[in-house]
């Protein structure tokens, strides 16, 4: 990720995280981090803090960290944690692959839906694994591309989106992430497919998700106009999808890889 902000932020970016993570379901959140009772816990590229900050409620004994490259994510995940009154959880700015903690710090670290954005993979990877104890453990949760499972296919619609999904998420194969851990040197790499439940639409998509949706693309969408034919054409993919979302006829299918693995 280059830059404080990413390319489908925009000023609500916190709330709609606040929002979606009722949609990703909070205790599917829990579940896949799988903190342990007074352990040091990172979260890493933070967002709204959500999940930390409810890890840090159930969890008082544990100390809970967050980071984020995006100043304004941090102030705004710190005062929802000062107003929660939670001693035990504070957040700082830093970006993934040169974060400011030392070495072996850390029992568990997590990564939500925040690898598909960065340029560098593999060295955001080898910086959490230098930040984990021996024997602690990393774990990722990520989409594969958006989207990518439309029926039925309307071959207009599926370039621009495959458009927009390449430039949102560049060179973005989930299935690296196992490889790329390996190469960090962690192990008992583990591996979890599962349906995305924000972008997986079988039949018309609820109110909720329809909202996240949109707050989404919309933004993304502006940005890279130019590649999808001009502002106006830009708006009108947006409304195209949702169009489809819509549409009772329709089914859309993202996937979610759910990667782990262990310092040695």
């Known amino acids: 990720m280059s830059g404080e902000k990413y390319i489908l932020s925009y000023d609500g970016e916190c709330d709609r995280l606040e929002r979606q993570s009722l949609i990703f379901g909070q205790e599917r ?20 803090g959500w999940l930390s900050r409810l890890i840090a409620q159930r969890m008082p004994d544990c100390e809970v960290l967050g980071v984020d490259i995006n100043p304004d994510y941090v102030a705004y995940a710190t005062r929802k944690a000062e107003e929660a009154g939670l001693g035990n959880l504070s957040y700082r700015v830093g970006a993934l692959g040169d974060l400011p903690f030392e070495a072996e710090s850390f029992d568990t670290i997590w990564s939500l839906m925040v690898l598909m954005f960065l340029p560098d993979r593999a060295g ?38 495959t458009t927009f999904f390449a430039t949102a998420f560049p060179d973005w194969h989930p299935e690296d992430i196992p490889r790329l851990m390996l190469d960090a040197g962690l192990t008992e790499i583990a591996v979890k497919m599962e349906t995305d439940p924000m972008y997986t639409f079988l039949g018309p998509a609820t109110e909720a998700q329809l909202r996240n949706h949109r707050e989404v693309m919309t933004p993304g969408a502006a940005r890279m106009a130019d590649l999808l034919g001009g502002p106006d054409a830009a708006m009108a993919f947006v409304e195209d999808v949702m169009r489809y979302a819509t549409d009772p006829a329709t089914v859309t299918v993202t996937g979610f890889w759910q990667v782990s693995g262990r310092k040695p």
């Open 29 to 48: 959140g829990i579940e896949m981090v799988a903190p342990e009772p007074g352990t040091r816990l990172l979260d890493a590229g933070c967002g709204s």
């Open 124 to 161: 955001a990877l080898a910086d959490l694994a230098r930040l984990l104890k021996p024997g602690g453990r990393l774990v990722t949760g990520q989409q594969a591309v958006p989207r990518h499972a439309n029926s039925p296919r309307i071959p207009a619609l599926e370039d621009k989106l």
